[in-house]
């Protein structure tokens, strides 16, 4: 078994989700009590949203490159950024490593096309959603994404911030999700991407109205691959 890596805590809500979901698939895979070797490096989020809203994209960058260095120098294999907004700056931290960054939105964009799916809705903060990182990324992969509107975005925003990564799931806020989706599917979308990874804290991508698919879940199951022997891959 290798060592992951995660730098965490953006929001730790999430985070735990990471860390529940790795341990799970090491057990399914080894059996018995084992569990997976990580290494997790967890930021203050109050500091990393500041820096946000402050356009400090560059200092948000050294603190995520200067934490993925100390993971991998205290013995990670690979490193984990558990959070689809902060890969805004993934190239400045897959700079600081020699060992590899598993790239979340790479990860999403395989799984999308391994199941045949084109033109995915993208639910996430408005970083992620408006910035163009995640659309130019998923486009070297033939992917268009589609997200919603200007109100849309503005309402997917504040449920993951102020919500979400407050640990508060709220039901009508669901509703206000699946709605989202329900529009995307009438303007012909063919999937959506729970794009930041407190989502999947409010909705299951199995009960979603198009084909759900997980980027919190898929960036695990990509750790998983990695750092488990071949001979226990995961098929999930």
């Not at 500091?47 to 934490?67: M, P, S």
Request: charged letters at 25%; one cysteine or more; hydrophobic letters at 45%.
């Amino acid at each position: 078994m290798k060592t992951i890596g995660l730098i965490g805590g953006m929001s730790w809500e999430s985070t735990a989700v990471y860390y529940a979901n790795l341990n799970r698939m090491a057990r399914a895979a080894y059996g018995g009590l084992a569990s997976a070797d990580i290494l997790l490096r967890s930021v203050n989020f109050d500091e990393i949203v500041a820096l946000q809203k402050a356009g400090r994209w560059d200092r948000a960058a050294a603190v995520l490159a200067d934490a993925a260095a100390k993971l991998e120098k205290a013995g990670a294999d690979c490193v984990l950024i558990c959070t689809n907004t902060m890969h805004k700056v993934a190239d400045e931290v897959e700079a600081a490593l020699s060992v590899p960054l598993l790239h979340i939105i790479d990860e999403t964009a395989l799984a999308l096309k391994a199941a045949g799916k084109r033109k995915p809705l993208l639910l996430a903060t408005r970083y992620t959603m408006e910035d163009g990182f995640y659309h130019r990324r998923f486009a070297t992969h033939g992917l268009e994404i589609a997200t919603p509107d200007e109100a849309g975005r503005a309402r997917a925003h504040a449920i993951i911030f102020d919500e979400l990564c407050a640990g508060h799931v709220l039901d009508g806020s669901r509703a206000d999700l699946t709605a989202l989706i329900e529009t995307a599917k009438d303007q012909g979308c063919d999937s959506v991407i729970l794009g930041c990874t407190e989502i999947c804290l409010s909705l299951d991508p199995n009960k979603t109205p198009l084909p759900g698919f997980d980027s919190t879940a898929i960036h695990c199951r990509a750790a998983a691959r990695f750092a488990f022997p071949n001979e226990l891959r995961l098929s999930a």
